[in-house]
C-alpha cells in the first residue's frame, strides 16, 4: 500500500510537528517541548478518532501551504487564519477531505497565535526518547518544517476508504464550550509560588491588581511581560531550581516572564506563581500587544477546574467512538 503523503510547497514561519511532550528527561537537562496549545491538539485528534495525544502540525502566521498527494482526513483547530482548500473556504473544529492534488492554503490571521492540523492515523515518524515533539533548541525529534518536506501518513488507502464512513457518521465538530476562548483582555488563573511573599507588600498588590501587556519577547520559551516595575524585600541569590511550563518568573529588572512549552529545565530567578494547566492553552494563543491580569486561586480550585475539563473530554471522545 502506498502511504499518504503530504508536501510543503511553503513551510510558513515555525512550523514543526509537535504532541504531548517528551517527558521524564529534564533531569537529563531535556525540556519537555510539546505543543503550546495541548487543548486543540487532544481536540482535533478525538474528532478524528486519533489517540488524543498523537502527534501534530503546529505553525504560526504567516502559514505554510500544503498538498496532499493522495486522499486523507485531516481537522485544523487553534488559531484562525482563514484556511482553504483549492481556494475553498473551510472552518475550523470539522472533519475535512482531501483528495489528491488538493492544496490547503491560509488567509488573513482572525484570531490566535498557533494553529494546528491534525491527520486521521497520524504522521509515520521515528520516535525519539519516547516522543514525535520536535525540540527546536536541542534540534532532535519531530521534524521542523522548511520549504519541499514531506510527510508520511500512518493511514493507507485501504483503511482510509474504511475510515471515512465511521468518521462521517461521527460528531464533525468540537463543541464551541470546549475550543480555548479568544479575549482581548485575557484573565489567567495562577497557583501562588514559594517566592511571592518576598516581594514587598506594594508589589505583592501589584502582580494580582494590574493588566500587564504581552511584549515583542514572546516565543515557545516564555513570554515577557511589560507592566509596572515589582520589587523584592530582599535580594538574596537563589539556587537555581526546576521549573515548568506556566512558571512565572521575576526578572532582575523588576518584570516578569511565563514560561512556555520550550522552557528550559531550571532557574535561578524567583518564582512567584504557576499558570495553572487549564488556562495554558489559553496563554499559548494570545498575541504581542493583548493584556493579561491574574487571578490566585487554590490548589483545590485548580483541581477542580481540571477535573471539570477531562470529564467534558471524556463525554467528547466516547460521543465519537461510538461511531468508530
Not at 219 to 228: N, S, W
Not at 282 to 302: D, K, N, P
Amino acid at each position: 500500500m502506498k502511504l499518504l503523503i503530504l508536501i510543503f510547497l511553503k513551510s510558513g514561519i515555525l512550523t514543526s510537528i509537535q504532541d504531548i511532550g517528551r517527558c521524564g528527561f529534564k533531569d537529563k537537562g531535556i525540556n519537555p517541548s510539546g505543543a503550546m496549545d495541548t487543548l486543540s491538539m487532544r481536540l482535533l485528534n478525538i474528532l478524528l478518532g486519533n489517540e488524543d495525544t498523537e502527534a501534530v502540525l503546529e505553525f504560526h502566521y504567516p502559514t505554510p501551504t500544503i498538498t496532499f498527494e493522495e486522499h486523507a482526513l485531516f481537522a485544523i483547530g487553534g488559531a484562525n487564519f482563514s484556511g482553504s482548500l483549492n481556494n475553498k473556504s473551510v472552518s475550523n473544529w470539522k472533519v475535512l477531505e482531501a483528495k489528491p492534488g488538493d492544496m490547503l492554503c491560509f488567509g488573513k490571521k482572525v484570531n490566535g497565535e498557533r494553529a494546528y492540523i491534525a491527520i486521521k492515523g497520524g504522521f509515520n515518524l521515528k520516535k525519539s526518547l519516547g516522543s514525535n515533539s520536535t525540540n527546536l533548541l536541542g534540534g532532535f525529534g519531530g521534524k521542523k518544517i522548511e520549504k519541499g518536506d514531506s510527510l508520511d501518513l500512518n493511514l493507507k488507502n485501504g483503511q482510509l476508504f474504511a475510515a471515512t464512513k465511521k468518521v462521517y457518521l461521527a460528531p464533525k465538530t468540537v463543541n464551541v464550550n470546549l475550543r480555548p476562548a479568544f479575549e482581548q483582555n485575557q484573565e489567567i488563573r495562577v497557583i501562588v509560588g514559594k517566592d511571592l511573599s518576598n516581594l514587598d507588600l506594594e508589589s505583592r498588590n501589584k502582580i494580582f491588581n494590574q493588566s500587564f501587556i504581552i511584549s515583542s519577547h514572546a516565543d515557545r520559551m516564555g513570554y515577557r511581560l511589560e507592566g509596572d516595575c515589582l520589587n523584592l524585600q530582599s535580594s538574596e541569590e537563589q539556587i537555581s531550581s526546576s521549573v515548568a511550563f506556566g512558571t512565572i518568573q521575576l526578572l532582575p529588572d523588576g518584570q516578569l516572564v511565563i514560561l512556555m512549552a520550550d522552557h528550559q529545565t531550571t532557574g535561578g530567578y524567583p518564582k512567584l506563581a504557576n499558570v495553572i494547566s487549564v488556562d495554558l492553552s489559553i496563554l499559548a494563543q494570545l498575541s504581542v500587544g493583548q493584556h493579561v491580569t491574574f487571578r490566585e486561586i487554590s490548589m483545590e480550585v485548580a483541581e477542580s477546574v481540571f477535573l471539570k475539563q477531562e470529564r467534558e473530554m471524556k463525554k467528547f471522545k466516547s460521543a465519537v467512538q461510538l461511531y468508530l
